[in-house]
């Protein structure tokens, strides 16, 4: 399995971006994907996720201003990103969770820089 991110970059606070993720590969159909992040020197934290049931969950941070989504028929997760803040900025990464075959996997990480 691969996951290969893109959508990431340079925004003002109060801007937007979108982040998309595509996944190929051995990938059952029950599963969850989800967005995580890494902060310089902070350890990586759950920002969304969306299973394929479509039940979705957010970090309190992100509540109201991010929204993730996804297609089942294209193995795809997006995160709409607004009113960014520079608290934001990290490397997100994009993730596959296969829970019915113990399986879990990253793809390569996307920069998201907010300027204040």
């Known amino acids: 399995v691969q996951l290969q991110a893109s959508g990431g970059g340079l925004v003002q606070a109060g801007g937007s971006l979108r982040l998309s993720c595509a996944a190929s590969?051995?990938?059952?159909?029950?599963?969850?994907m989800g967005w995580y992040r890494q902060a310089p020197e902070k350890q990586r934290e759950l920002v969304a996720t969306?299973?394929?049931?479509?039940?979705?969950n957010y970090a309190d941070a992100v509540k109201g201003r991010f929204t993730i989504s996804r297609d089942n028929a294209k193995n795809t997760v997006s995160l709409q990103m607004n009113s960014l803040k520079p608290e934001d900025s990290a490397v997100y990464y994009c993730?596959?969770?296969?829970?019915?075959?113990?399986?879990?996997?990253w793809g390569q990480g996307t920069l998201v820089t907010v300027s204040s």
């Open positions: 590969g051995n990938i059952f159909s029950i599963n969850t």
């Open positions: 993730n596959l969770d296969q829970h019915l075959s113990s399986t879990n996997y």
């Open positions: 969306v299973t394929s049931g479509g039940r979705t």
